[in-house]
């Protein structure tokens, strides 16, 4: 009989402000425990009811907002403190508070692995001093539990992305939770990894977030003469619908609020109900994100790199799903951050590989279920400094984990407009010439109104590769969908070497042929990282779209050109071009050079 001692097995635990988790390694995989409610993630509440019995999780986090003076949140900030924190008739130091959480992991390690569990690794922020280190310790010996190794959260982050790959990068740990907020810059070399700077602010998370939203709601209250109670279940309601509201506006471009009978005010039921858009939740957080950005420079600064520096950002904490943090970190390195490790598990990942490490496993990868491509749809937008059709707006970006819904909002561009036509691309270049289509259709019987209608459009993706499409016209839910299969395989065409033409499309138009050339930098478009504007290429049979399909083509045809008549086609698309930006588009100046262009594509095309 083997003689493994059951103590042997050391779980990993990310001892979080606002949620924690344990991990374990096994058979070369990372393995995220489970309570008995298949709960992944342990919200960082402790409670006592009325009672006195104790509550841990959840529940003291459902008892929150009515019963505060119960519930004790975020301990990790007071760690290391010599306080006493009342709970019930007693008092505790925030070590056994943080021990309580701990036993709960432990609980549900041992529930979930069928045995005892008495080892541990526990990640700490990069910035805790020696005493708060210590103090996370001692919990950790309070919880039973011998605790091996404290490491770094970013340094777990980064074990769980680059755990075996070999070589030397620099990356930057984006790490925005509930409460708060860290980045740190770290070196890896091989097996080595190390936190070269870390910077943050421990009071900045989607806490914050969720209460721009909840004074908002309130807000809207106030106009209909309704006070809600501070901590009443009214307020709680409020608190969870906000915090929803907010994780619904990371995948799509609005949000309706809805509750019922929310309270009683003055002998009437008050229900709340409104929408909120993407673009008017983001005015909100922006100085939230101004903050975390300008926190990015300092401790870039204090490793003295540059942006130019970093390799790889990877997004650790909730709160990063927040398609805003992407953006602006895109836009500032020109790479597209990686996401796809669930940054709510990442660190407990990370922790457990180290734990399996030190355990004489070997270090191996985390394996999750991405997206190879980029999907998105074809819009007129900035593409180099022009305005032109043909130009990818993405859905879901490369890496993303799936399954998988995403939506954007476009607009029509021509008054009255009847019809849409919505092309499906993958790819990554911003120029669609050189994706791959793989669907197209058309949205007809669109209202009558003004250039602007809002148009939604959103892509669904599942494991098995098939991609839904739905465009909805937003003012009136006048909806299309198609469903394409094999979304995720890759399409004929789709490896065409592109660089040839593409590096002669560029010394044509006098354009640098750096952009596109690196694989993993940001390239989508206007200058580095600037989204593409949004409006759709519509169908119609305005001279304009006309035009724009046409310089498309005339671009695609480029290379197949004598140098003569490309010097021609350019001329051609660069006065087409000047006339849509002037807008002077149903003219016949417009018809003139696109029947020339025309012309000559026929003769390219035969
Ligand atoms: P963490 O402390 O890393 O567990 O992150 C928790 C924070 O992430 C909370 O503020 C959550 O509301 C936030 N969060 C979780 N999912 C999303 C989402 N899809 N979009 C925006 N924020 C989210």
Excluded: W
Aim: glycine content about 8%; aromatic content about 4%.
């Amino acid at each position: 009989m083997g003689i493994e001692s059951v103590n042997d097995i050391i779980v990993g635990i990310d001892l979080g402000t606002t949620n924690s988790e344990v991990a374990i390694f096994e058979n070369g995989q990372t393995r995220v425990l489970t309570d008995q409610q298949g709960e992944r993630i342990l919200p960082s509440f402790v409670g006592i009811t009325d009672a006195g019995a104790l509550l841990v999780g959840r529940p003291a986090l459902n008892q929150y907002v009515a019963n505060p003076e119960r519930t004790i949140k975020s301990i990790k900030r007071r760690m290391g403190e010599a306080t006493r924190i009342s709970l019930g008739k007693n008092s505790y130091s925030p070590s056994e508070i943080s021990a309580m959480i701990l036993r709960q992991l432990r609980d549900t390690a041992e529930a979930a692995l069928g045995q005892p569990v008495r080892k541990a690794v526990i990640t700490v922020p990069a910035y805790f001093s020696d005493a708060q280190r210590q103090a996370t310790r001692e919990a950790g010996e309070i919880a039973g539990l011998e605790v091996m190794r404290i490491i770094n959260e970013p340094t777990a982050a980064a074990l769980a992305y680059e755990a075996g790959h070999r070589g030397s990068r620099r990356v930057l740990v984006y790490d925005l939770g509930g409460g708060t907020f860290d980045v740190s810059v770290v070196r890896i070399e091989d097996d080595v990894v190390e936190v070269v700077s870390s910077h943050g602010n421990n009071h900045l998370g989607g806490d914050d977030f969720d209460q721009k939203i909840v004074a908002h709601l309130l807000d809207h209250l106030k106009q209909q003469g309704v006070q809600v109670p501070t901590t009443s279940s009214a307020m709680a309601r409020i608190i969870r619908c906000a915090e929803a509201a907010k994780r619904q506006l990371s995948d799509h471009v609005e949000v309706q609020i809805d509750e019922e009978y929310l309270l009683e005010y003055k002998g009437r039921p008050v229900h709340l109900s409104l929408e909120l858009s993407r673009r008017d939740y983001e005015e909100m957080i922006q100085p939230y994100i101004d903050e975390t950005m300008a926190a990015v420079h300092t401790a870039l600064n204090g490793a003295n790199m540059t942006v130019a520096a970093i390799d790889e950002i990877l997004l650790v904490g909730g709160s990063t799903r927040t398609p805003m943090v992407r953006e602006r970190l895109q836009e500032v390195f020109g790479l597209i951050p990686r996401g796809e490790i669930d940054p709510d598990l990442c660190v407990a990942m990370g922790a457990a590989i180290h734990a399996g490490v030190m355990g004489g496993s070997k270090a191996a990868a985390v394996l999750v279920d991405v997206t190879p491509y980029t999907f998105g749809i074809g819009v007129v937008g900035m593409l180099d400094g022009d305005i032109r059709p043909g130009v990818l707006s993405p859905i879901i970006r490369k890496n993303t984990s799936v399954p998988v819904s995403r939506s954007e909002i476009y607009m029509t561009m021509i008054d009255g407009q009847e019809r849409v036509g919505i092309d499906v691309y993958q790819g990554e270049h911003p120029d669609v010439s050189y994706d791959v289509q793989i669907g197209s259709f058309t949205v007809e019987g669109l209202s009558d109104v003004p250039a602007g209608n809002e148009i939604v459009v959103q892509f669904d993706l599942n494991l098995d590769g098939m991609l839904q499409v739905t465009a909805r016209e937003k003012s009136t839910g006048l909806a299309k969908q198609v469903t394409i299969d094999n979304a995720m395989t890759q399409q004929e065409g789709g490896k065409r070497d592109v660089s040839q033409s593409r590096d002669q499309v560029a010394a044509l138009f006098g354009q640098s042929n750096k952009r596109g050339t690196e694989d993993n930098r940001a390239d989508s478009g206007g200058s580095a990282g600037t989204p593409p504007r949004i409006e759709v290429q519509f169908e119609t049979d305005s001279v304009a779209q006309q035009a724009a399909a046409l310089v498309t083509k005339a671009r695609r045809l480029l290379d197949q050109a004598t140098e003569a008549d490309r010097i021609e086609i350019v001329d051609l698309i660069d006065a087409i071009q000047s006339l849509l930006e002037k807008g002077d588009t149903d003219s016949a100046a417009l018809q003139k050079p696109c029947d020339q262009l025309a012309d000559i594509l026929f003769y390219l095309e035969t």
